[in-house]
């Protein structure tokens, strides 16, 4: 496999790769480190690739373990996992304000989730993975994914509506 190659087969997903570091790692210079990291993994390897049956899957996995490898290591004691999505449409000042709120409120309730919950969140929710790619990704079965998935997003709506509904309710 050539250069030109290689980055016909990454170039698809690479993005996806600095998303979920990003996800994972808050900071942008360590979720570029940490996409590059893979990046070079993936090019030395480059030979072996081709009896991959998604590379996609491969990288997104190799993505996911270097960055949690990097949350648990005495560097990344300073790191919070949080993301920095934003709202993209043209809107009042107000809706943006509001917007801005609630998307402040999702990322702090999603930081009470358990890991395995945020990142199938954000695989199938913010990154579009199908449940097959997610349960090769993280190494469980399509089920278990479902479940997980159904879980979090229980969790951020209950949470959410406790949230926008505080003092207005009769419990």
Same mark, same amino acid.
Request: hydrophobic share 35%.
């Given at each position: %496999?050539? #250069?030109?190659? !290689?980055?016909? $087969?990454?170039?698809?997903?690479?993005?996806? =790769?600095?998303?979920?570091?990003?996800?994972?790692?808050?900071?942008?210079?360590?979720?570029?480190?940490?996409?590059?990291?893979? =990046? $070079?993994?993936?090019?030395?390897?480059?030979?072996?690739?081709?009896?991959?049956?998604?590379?996609?899957?491969?990288? %997104?996995?190799?993505?996911?373990?270097?960055?949690?490898?990097?949350?648990?290591?005495?560097?990344?004691?300073?790191?919070?996992? $949080?993301?920095?999505?934003?709202?993209?449409?043209?809107?009042?000042? +107000?809706?943006?304000?509001?917007?801005?709120?609630?998307?402040?409120?999702?990322?702090?309730? %999603?930081?009470?989730?358990?890991?395995?919950?945020?990142?199938?969140? #954000?695989?199938?929710?913010?990154?579009?993975?199908? !449940?097959?790619?997610?349960?090769?990704?993280?190494? %469980?079965?399509?089920?278990?994914?479902? $479940?997980? =998935?159904?879980?979090?997003?229980?969790?951020?709506?209950? +949470?959410?509506?406790?949230?926008?509904?505080?003092?207005?309710?009769?419990?």
């Amino acid at each position: %496999m050539d #250069q030109k190659e !290689f980055i016909k $087969v990454i170039s698809p997903f690479k993005d996806r =790769l600095y998303r979920l570091a990003k996800r994972l790692l808050v900071s942008n210079e360590e979720a570029e480190d940490a996409t590059q990291e893979v =990046l $070079v993994k993936l090019w030395n390897n480059k030979a072996k690739l081709e009896s991959y049956s998604s590379v996609e899957a491969l990288a %997104m996995t190799m993505t996911k373990n270097y960055c949690l490898d990097q949350l648990k290591s005495k560097r990344a004691t300073e790191m919070r996992i $949080v993301h920095s999505n934003y709202t993209d449409r043209q809107a009042g000042l +107000q809706q943006q304000a509001e917007d801005r709120d609630s998307w402040e409120w999702a990322e702090k309730i %999603m930081l009470t989730l358990p890991e395995q919950q945020k990142l199938i969140l #954000q695989m199938r929710d913010i990154e579009q993975y199908e !449940f097959e790619e997610i349960a090769k990704i993280m190494d %469980m079965n399509e089920t278990a994914v479902r $479940v997980a =998935l159904s879980r979090a997003r229980k969790t951020m709506r209950e +949470q959410l509506l406790k949230t926008h509904s505080y003092g207005t309710t009769n419990n």
